[in-house]
């Protein structure tokens, strides 16, 4: 019997063999030997089935980084750094994925349907931390503005994530950069800290900007 877990395999499988979707749910069935009726009791669409991949990156990393014994002790801030670290380390698995479910979106300013899910689980997640830093005075609350940290953070992942597609340096070590860089300039404009960090981070930008292929996930 398929479950959600083998259906993930099977279709990551099918498309990175055949660079693009299955034609149809019955062909993608009959190349797995399993009822056409077993892919629908879980995904509705193949757009369905990649929107829940994703989300299912984000539930993993949320999942294994809230076992560490010092997780109840971080900050904030740390607990970011926990996430994409963990995240993108997750991500090395399935890298060829990752790069052909990126590309193939269009360019727009709105987010893909296939990023919903992740979306919603990672917005959930930076608010559970910003309600922490404003309760332990870590970060400042602002009227009209504290309400959008958490887009600030989706801004940094969608960055990072496009910045780490495109990286070709030694074990990904310019975007473990970018990700301590861009989350440390993110807390500090939260906390109204001197913009020490916003500079260097952009001297790190502009040190890279040979990244050429943009992809803009908006806030739609």
């Given at each position: ?72 002790q971080y900050s904030s801030r740390e ?60 970060l400042s609350e602002r009227k009209f503005f504290t309400n959008r940290y958490k ?70």
């Amino acid at each position: 019997m398929a479950t959600i877990e083998s259906i993930h395999t099977a279709y990551i499988d099918f498309v990175l063999t055949e660079g693009e979707q299955p034609k149809s749910v019955y062909i993608f069935a009959k190349k797995n030997k399993m009822p056409e009726e077993e892919f629908y009791r879980f995904f509705s669409s193949f757009d369905g089935l990649e929107q829940n991949i994703w989300t299912a990156f984000a539930l993993k990393t949320i999942g294994e980084i809230k076992t560490q014994e010092v997780w109840s002790q971080y900050s904030s801030r740390e607990k970011a750094l926990s996430f994409f670290y963990s995240f993108f380390e997750l991500l090395k698995s399935s890298r060829s994925f990752v790069v052909y479910s990126i590309k193939k979106q269009l360019k727009t300013f709105t987010t893909p349907k296939i990023f919903v899910g992740i979306k919603d689980v990672f917005e959930n997640f930076c608010n559970d931390l910003i309600v922490e830093g404003i309760e332990s005075d870590e970060l400042s609350e602002r009227k009209f503005f504290t309400n959008r940290y958490k887009d600030a953070l989706w801004v940094q992942l969608v960055f990072i994530l496009n910045f780490w597609i495109n990286d070709n340096s030694a074990g990904f070590e310019k975007t473990d950069e970018a990700v301590e860089r861009g989350i440390n300039v993110t807390f500090d404009l939260f906390q109204r800290s001197p913009i020490e960090h916003l500079v260097a981070y952009g001297r790190f930008l502009t040190k890279n900007s040979r990244i050429k292929e943009k992809i803009s996930f908006g806030n739609n």
